[in-house]
């Protein structure tokens, strides 16, 4: 596998991936507990998940790596933990130098 970089850093890709994951969490818990303040940080989260999605879905794209469609499908049904997943397995391809699977 070629290593592809992102168009920010990795660890921006990380922060924003985390982030936004959090931010989601927080803000499905606060709606659940019918929080006043619940939207904001739903929103945002959300907001933020698609931009993290669509730079590591644009990634995928552009790389060659195995098994790409399978990655297309399971960011599209599981994004929050096709991402952290990617990300993790991607890391760890390039250090090795192997295939992401």
Known sequence: MERSEFRITDKTVWW???GSVLLTLIGAL?????LEFAKFPLYIGIAIMFTAWTIIFSEIVRSRIALKYVWMIFMF?????AMMLYLVLRNRAF???VKLV
């Open 30 to 34: 606060a709606k659940i507990e019918h």
């Open 16 to 18: 924003l991936t985390f």
């Open 95 to 97: 250090r090795k130098g």
């Open 77 to 81: 049904v599981f994004p929050a933990l």
